[in-house]
């Protein structure tokens, strides 16, 4: 049996102001086991990046609870990285300084760990994400996939426990955007530790390529989570061609456009 490593319990969410208040997230019940890829789809403004906050710890629930790995969640921790649609490297650091810098901070405190070895371990990993060569550009001089590949080797450098990833491809053109997903999935399958990626997107293929789980969302909560039992690794073309691709996908669409669902495909919805 695999472990549990985030529980979201009874969580609700409200934006507050002196004089307004917004429940953005009510009562959302949610377990995501150790190593397992789930996105959160859903349309625009229906919560999935103030989930995603809830879980990096920068917005407090309003009621309710975030465990990870049976600790309550109160703010950032250096278990968990991020990446966000908005390349969010400093623009004046090299790929390589991106990289160390974010290293060494997340060590900060725990395990200290000198110039020398976070410069190793940037170049290793800025390698891996197939940026060799690139290492002493700045983001100006990069594209911006190749800066989504700092940004991942980034939060991949830390070697967190979790991943969360808003929209990490959004603004990338659809060619780069599937070469990132292959690189992603590769990279989270070969590692011996497998990380817990939770994965935002409004693109159903792209949920559908990258998720053990989607968890499909309404505005405030979630309408249903869905398993893909696709069989992994997963070439894009060939599943695209699959019956059960088509059969997920159109059943994706059908929730997108407030059709009738099929509930054969639900499983545990709002567990
Ligand atoms: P998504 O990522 O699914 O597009 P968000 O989580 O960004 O949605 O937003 C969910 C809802 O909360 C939206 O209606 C949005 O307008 C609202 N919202 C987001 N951030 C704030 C904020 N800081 N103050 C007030 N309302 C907010
Ligand atoms: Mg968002």
């Keep these: 049996m695999s472990e549990t ?10 934006y507050e102001t002196e004089k307004t208040r917004f429940e953005a997230l009510k009562n959302i019940n949610l377990e995501i ?3 397992e890829f789930v996105c959160l789809i859903g349309p ?6 103030t989930l995603l906050g809830v879980l990096e710890g920068l917005l407090e629930p309003t009621s309710g609870k975030v465990y990870i790995e049976d600790r309550e969640v109160h703010g950032p921790g250096s278990e968990r990285a991020v990446v966000f649609q908005n390349y969010s490297l400093f623009p004046w650091m090299t790929a390589k300084k991106n990289v160390s810098f974010a290293l060494r901070e997340s060590k900060r405190g725990i395990q200290k760990i000198s110039k020398k070895d976070a410069n190793k371990i940037a170049e290793e990993y800025l390698e891996k994400v197939g940026l060799a060569g690139y290492e002493n550009k700045q983001p100006g001089e990069l ?4 800066q989504q590949r700092v940004a991942i080797a980034r939060a991949l450098a830390c070697n967190p426990e979790i991943l969360l990833m808003d929209e990490p491809f959004g603004a990338i053109d659809a060619k780069t955007r599937e ?3 292959q690189l992603l999935l590769k990279l989270w399958a070969e590692d011996e530790n497998k990380k817990t990626i939770v994965f935002v997107t409004h693109d159903l293929e ?13 505005p405030k909560g979630i309408h249903s989570v869905i398993d893909v039992n696709l069989e992994r690794p997963r070439d894009k073309e060939k599943l695209m061609l699959s019956d059960k691709y088509r059969t997920l996908r159109s059943r994706l669409v059908k929730l997108f456009n407030n059709e009738e669902d099929n509930s054969e495909f639900i499983g545990g919805a709002g567990i």
């Design 5 to 14: 490593v985030i529980k979201i319990e009874d969580l609700s969410l409200a």
């Design 33 to 35: 086991k150790k190593g």
């Design 44 to 49: 625009s403004g229906c919560g999935k990046s």
């Design 143 to 146: 594209s911006g996939g190749m």
């Design 179 to 181: 070469v990132l997903q």
């Design 206 to 218: 792209e949920a559908i390529f990258l998720a053990d789980r989607i968890v499909f969302m309404v």
